[in-house]
């Protein structure tokens, strides 16, 4: 029995298939090991040893590997033809190797570049072993990734709170991103003209551009304004032009070459608008195959190469469908052959191309992504075999006899379309244009001008990047690897370093902040060619010419270094550099001249960078007595908060409502004389934050409402915005309302209408339990004794004491009430804890006597003052689970360690 491990379960019922009953095929899921997501994995001390993990899902899967491979005296090991396959077969060895089920077991490496019956026969019938080489440049590449990751976010954390590392290499992509950002910023746009002229020559009119004046050649900015547009108008004008030269020259344009992954993801996000993420999932259904006439076969070659050629039997087979389907003429002479220019172009693969070129898209029936895209893929690879389309380009110059004034037509006449008729490429951000169709035009004629045009125009910046563009440059670059685009852009995303507008990166905030830290204190971690050269290092390794250690040693010298030189360094002189470096972003030139880091507010502070938990914000420098403060993006603050944020003042108290900015979106806060914390109102949805008036925030600030007291009971009735939307409350009944006006606009008819209509249909959220005694208010809450399933108990916020027996509920006191509370909250803790250690169990009763003295001593008091009490509940609270506060401050560490674990 031979066994055979294939990465997915969708090809390995393929290759069974293909193979037939003596082999049984499995798939790996992938990886079956990885390094554990903790400092610690990566010994650069123990010479860069690494702890390789098996999570549950894989010791499954390697489980049963082991169990078929123990019945069966072969493993082939037919993983993905590239580094990632060739490092997933040696992870399988390995874990395999621990289980001791290899002995007298003979084991093969093939590799298939279709999955297709021929080339998986092909590939049997030629296996080797498991390049070691390629294993130790993934090996390398997975150190670098772990050391800079786990090294780098430690550092981001304590200098930049709330920034997270991007990884080696989408650190460099996100540079790219902010450098392209800040160009777009710092440009200024400057006016230039063009002038053209409407000619006719032998009863023929034509357009010309005016390319000499005055005896000189114009450049694109040689006419800067409207003046000198005028003056190049009165020359055209006054001059006699006569046609001094006409040449037609035949051109020719040849075909691209077939897809790499590059360039499969550049046109994919062109053509069909696909992320780089959807173009590799639905190339890798495509590669994995789809069921035709009963049979699973892959469609294209595999999807993860750098290489241009395709074999010869594709190429023919490519001819021979040009031939049938367009005509001999389509058929060059010659095959074409394709080499890479890539600067760092992995192993020698083919081309993606159709597994078979005679299953025309058309005859095919895919869902519509798969359709596209293989279309896509079809039509690029038989065009790269196509004839080239040729052009007559014809250029006719005319002047004025003095020659100090010249104008130049040009046009292009298509002659044969060749490959155009099946294929042309897309392109980023200009179209091809050829120029138009000429009249027959003969040297020596004269030409009068009929009509001047001068058009004015400004200078662009450069475009954001698109994810075509941008996978195109880190290309050109050398930065990362086709295979590993999609990723590092996703990852961007994820971290939310980027957004997409208009299908067009743009840093957000924390991203320009991340990548100024990096410039400026990790610059050569970050700089390009760095990048390009450690690229070309790991291609060394893979090709047997570097040791991998030898590599690792290298780079973990100077970064070890790097990281050591900024562990000294203040936060306050971080944010100095960074206010300089993102000053263009942060503080924008004003029109009038003034000083733009000058605090809006109070007129005396300066702006300058702050950090906070959730990242970077500006702030005065005059804090705490100017509280001003706004996000790093001036648009965006702008747009939302004008000057200090101060939309009203409250009639009452005379304090200002502000408008500010927080975590979770728009809100007003007031200061309230006494009170430690500001008082603070959501925006209700569907209010816009932009258009909130005076009037509206006064009302937000002023919630609840009282409606009046119940004509029955006296209680007050209330009207509020809650969690849940508006709501009116009486006597512990939350009646939801339709709008949020009504909050404002109900009175006390209706609300009382609301409250009995809530009453008669309680839903599941009512309680059964019925108030039997009004106590009054402790601390601001209701205390109240309830008639509960067994026996009646008092209710404080979500404390529920039983009464002793034999309570008489009408002689019940608010501090007979309190102690009852504050005993039930003291042992409340105890008795969570006690079954988990008995130790703690031991300890309860001293914790119970401790309780009651202090309630005692605070019972036999004769007056309680308001602050005491208050005091005393503050102490309960410390000490109950249930309180509001205890449970905030406990969940605040946890989603900081939470936070922490994700970073690296």
Avoid at 21 to 47: C, I, M, N, Q
Avoid at 339 to 361: M, Y
Avoid at 491 to 510: A, G, I, S, T
Avoid at 833 to 847: D, S
């Amino acid at each position: 029995m031979n066994v055979v491990v294939v990465e997915s379960p969708a090809k390995a019922k393929t290759i069974n298939k293909y193979l037939g009953s003596d082999y049984t095929v499995l798939a790996s899921f992938g990886h079956v090991r990885d390094l554990p997501p903790k400092d610690g994995s990566v010994k650069p001390d123990e010479d860069f040893a690494m702890d390789w993990e098996v999570d549950t899902k894989s010791q499954k899967r390697v489980k049963a590997i082991a169990d078929a491979v123990k019945e069966s005296d072969r493993l082939i090991l037919a993983t993905d033809p590239d580094r990632e396959g060739e490092a997933i077969s040696w992870h399988l060895l390995e874990a395999l190797t621990k289980r001791r089920v290899l002995k007298n077991v003979t084991v093969e490496r093939v590799a298939f570049n279709a999955i297709t019956k021929p080339a998986i026969e092909e590939a049997m019938r030629h296996p080797r072993a498991v390049d070691m080489e390629l294993v130790n440049a993934y090996l390398a590449r997975r150190a670098l990734d772990y050391l800079v990751g786990f090294t780098l976010s430690p550092v981001l954390w304590r200098k930049l709170p709330g920034s997270r590392s991007a990884g080696r290499v989408q650190s460099v992509a996100l540079r790219l991103i902010c450098d392209r950002e800040l160009e777009i910023e710092k440009f200024r746009p400057e006016e230039y003209w063009t002038v053209d002229a409407d000619l006719r020559s032998g009863g023929s009119q034509f357009r010309a551009k005016l390319v000499t004046l005055d005896g000189k050649k114009l450049t694109k900015m040689s006419l800067k304004d409207r003046a000198m547009a005028n003056a190049a108008v009165e020359a055209i004008q006054a001059g006699a032009f006569t046609i001094s030269a006409v040449e037609a020259k035949p051109t020719k344009r040849n075909p691209p070459p077939p897809f790499t992954t590059s360039t499969l993801q550049q046109e994919a996000a062109r053509k069909l608008g696909f992320s780089a993420t959807r173009t590799m999932q639905t190339a890798q259904k495509l590669y994995e195959g789809v069921n035709i006439g009963g049979e699973t076969v892959g469609l294209i070659t595999y999807m993860r190469t750098d290489g241009v050629s395709m074999v010869n039997e594709a190429v023919n087979q490519a001819r021979d469908v040009i031939g049938q389907e367009h005509g001999a003429l389509y058929v060059p002479a010659k095959p074409r052959f394709y080499s890479s220019k890539a600067k760092n172009a992995q192993e020698a693969h083919e081309a993606i191309r159709p597994t078979s070129f005679s299953r025309l898209p058309g005859n095919l029936s895919l869902d519509p992504d798969m359709a596209r895209l293989y279309t896509l893929i079809w039509r690029r690879a038989v065009a790269s075999q196509m004839e080239s389309a040729r052009f007559e380009r014809t250029t006719v110059d005319i002047t004025t006899p003095d020659q100090k004034t010249a104008l130049r037509a040009t046009g292009s006449v298509l002659q044969f379309d060749g490959f155009l008729a099946l294929y042309q490429e897309g392109k980023d951000d200009e179209d091809d244009d050829e120029g138009g169709r000429l009249p027959k035009l003969s040297q020596g004629a004269e030409a009068d001008v009929a009509k001047t045009h001068a058009d004015q125009h400004f200078t662009q910046p450069p475009p954001r990047f698109t994810e075509a563009s941008l996978v195109k440059r880190m290309e050109e670059l050398g930065i990362g690897r086709p295979s590993t685009y999609a990723s590092t852009l996703q990852v961007l995303r994820d971290r939310e370093y980027v957004r997409m507008e208009k299908n067009r990166f743009e840093p957000e905030d924390k991203g320009r902040v991340v990548t100024a830290f990096l410039e400026n204190f990790f610059e050569r971690y970050v700089q390009y060619d760095f990048t390009a050269d450690l690229e070309n290092q790991l291609d060394k390794v893979s090709a047997g010419d570097l040791d991998w250690k030898a590599l690792l040693r290298d780079f973990w010298t100077h970064f070890r270094s790097a990281v050591d030189e900024i562990g000294d360094l203040r936060i306050s002189q971080v944010l100095d550099v960074l206010n300089d470096v993102l000053a263009p972003h942060i503080f924008p030139e004003k029109e009038d001249g003034t000083d733009p880091r000058l605090c809006p507010s109070c007129g005396v502070g300066t702006l300058s960078l702050r950090l906070g938990r959730y990242g970077a914000f500006l702030g005065c420098s005059n804090h705490p007595d100017c509280k001003f403060t706004r996000q790093m993006s001036p648009t965006e603050a702008e747009n939302v908060i004008e000057g200090d944020g101060q939309i009203a003042i409250d009639p009452e108290s005379g304090k200002p409502i502000t408008l500010k900015d927080g975590r979770f979106g728009m809100y007003l806060e007031m200061e309230v004389e006494g009170e430690d914390k500001p008082k603070r109102a959501s925006i209700p949805k569907g209010w816009d934050p932009k258009g909130l008036s005076e009037e509206q925030a006064i009302k937000l600030m002023n919630l609840p409402r009282l409606v009046g007291d119940h004509p029955e009971d006296g209680k007050p009735i209330s009207a509020a915005i809650g969690r849940y939307g508006p709501y009116v409350l009486h006597d512990g009944v939350y009646a939801n309302l339709p709008s949020v006006e009504d909050v404002f606009e109900i009175g006390l008819n209706h609300a009382v209408s609301v409250i009995a209509d809530k009453k008669a249909n309680p839903g599941r959220r009512a309680s059964t339990a019925k108030a039997l005694k009004e106590l009054g208010d402790h601390d601001g809450k209701p205390v109240r004794v309830m008639d509960g399933r067994y026996g009646p108990y008092i209710k404080y916020e979500k404390i529920n004491a039983t009464l002793p027996k034999g309570t008489d509920i009408e002689t019940l006191t608010m501090d007979a009430a309190m102690k009852l509370v504050e005993e039930k909250a003291a042992k409340s803790p105890t008795k969570k804890k006690a079954p988990a250690k008995k130790a703690t169990a031991k300890k309860a009763p001293a914790k119970k006597t401790a309780a009651k003295k202090t309630t005692a001593k605070k019972t036999t008091a004769k007056k309680t003052t308001t602050k005491k009490t208050t005091a005393a509940s503050k102490t309960t609270s410390k000490k109950s689970t249930t309180a509001k506060t205890a449970a905030a401050k406990t969940k605040t560490p946890a989603k900081s360690k939470a936070t922490d674990t994700d970073e690296a």
